[in-house]
Structure formats: C-alpha cells, structure tokens
C-alpha cells in the first residue's frame, strides 16, 4: 500500500511571496489533515478535512492560509503572503475512518527569508 | 482540553542500556494514546496506540508503553536500545466517545533520543 505522498520536500521562498503544497492520501482514506510543525515543537494541527469538507480549521491562519480538497483526495494547502514564522515543517496525514490511526506524510520544510 | 507533557525533551543512553521516556496527559474526557517516531527528515511513524485493554501495550521495534490512569501516565519503554532508536518520539492523545474518536490529535513537545555507542 502506497503512503502519503507530500511534494514539494524542500522550498525556499523571500517573505511576502506564495507558496503552495500539495498532498495525495492514502487510498479510500476519508480523512486528511494538515500539520504545521515548528523545530523544537510537536505537530500542531491546522485544518481537518472529511471528505472534501473542512470539519476543523480553527487553528488554520484565514488571512493568510487556505486549504482545499477537490473531490475529497488530493489537498492543497496555500500560504499568500508568508512571513517568517511560517519557516515549519508541514505534515500531511490521512486516516481510514474509526480506525483511530493517522498515517503521516514525509512533510514538506518550508524556509522563509 | 487536552494537554500532553513529555517530561525529558532530550535523553542520551549508550547501546544496549534501558530507556523510559516519559509522559503525561490531562483530559476531561476518555481518551487514546500514541507514541510516534520522527526520524531525520522523514514523517512521524506509529510506534503504538493505546485504544483499550490491556495497559501494556507492545508497539514495533521492541517499544512498549504503560497506560497508567491513575497517574495520568504513558511512558515509553525499551529493554535495550540500539543506534538505529536513534531519533524523536512524540507523545499524543485524542479524546473519544462511543469507540470513536473526535476533536484534534494533541502531541506533546518531543523526545529527542540519543543513543551513543
């Protein structure tokens, strides 16, 4: 069984400019989430999708941050403007549902300059 | 709310020697535990999950850990560790209700094993 698959790895971008990443779950996993993980710190939560609708974003920064997933598989998650304290590694994981397991993704390592 | 504390946020031990990395949970609710393992660059990685049962649950790579409600406690143990444990572990917990679970996955801050040979 393939992964969760998270692309890019690595991105380096200047404050203010765009950043876009992309994860594809595990297959027939209902449940994806994004996690926002600043060094030295456990995984935060950033919005959680059942389906392709948001069930959680509370912690999701609205004025700078977005999420989508189209047809409930793959989710964009958007940063635009990005400031410096968005430097993280952003963790993608899915869940089969009522299965109590979530299966992370190998993040994407965000640098802002 | 939930809230998990990793007690040590770095433990160095030598190949082969015993570890316990702690940690403790609040809740008002019932909740589930997990330990996870970050490698170098990688995703986190299931080491075990405590659902119900049996409290001493038994995970992968020689990694058990001890559901303690009384003490609000679920360490991490290994008999003998290797070069290769080498990495972070995280302590999370989620609340449920009926069998299922709801709201966020909470962690804790991170153990950083070192093992030394």
């Known amino acids: 069984e393939a992964g969760v698959a998270q692309s890019p790895r690595y991105k380096i971008i200047e404050k203010r400019q765009s950043v876009a990443f992309w994860c594809n779950p595990i297959?027939?996993?209902?449940?994806l989430y994004w996690y926002q993980q600043i060094l030295g710190q456990g995984p935060k939560l950033l919005i959680q999708?059942?389906?392709?609708?948001?069930?959680?974003d509370s912690q999701l920064p609205k004025d700078r941050f977005s999420a989508e997933r189209l047809k409930g598989v793959d989710s964009t998650l958007k940063i635009q403007p990005a400031k410096l304290e968005d430097s993280a590694v952003y963790l993608c994981?899915?869940?089969?549902?009522?299965?109590?397991?979530?299966?992370f993704g190998p993040g994407t390592r965000l640098t802002v300059l | 709310a939930q809230s998990v504390t990793q007690l040590d946020s770095q433990v160095p031990v030598f190949e082969e020697a015993p570890v316990e990395l702690r940690c403790n949970y609040s809740s008002s609710v019932s909740v589930y535990l997990f330990w996870y393992v970050q490698y170098p660059n990688q995703g986190l990685q299931l080491l075990l999950k405590y659902l119900s049962g049996s409290t001493l649950v038994k995970g992968i790579n020689g990694f058990e850990a001890e559901f303690n409600k009384s003490q609000t406690s679920f360490h991490l143990r290994k008999p003998s560790v290797h070069i290769s444990d080498t990495a972070e572990y995280f302590c999370a917990v989620i609340s449920f209700a009926g069998g299922t679970s709801y709201g966020k996955l909470t962690f804790g801050q991170g153990t950083i094993l070192t093992v030394h040979p």
């Open positions: 999708f059942q389906n392709n609708g948001v069930v959680d």
């Open positions: 297959s027939g996993h209902a449940t």
């Open positions: 994981a899915s869940e089969r549902q009522k299965y109590n397991e979530q299966f």
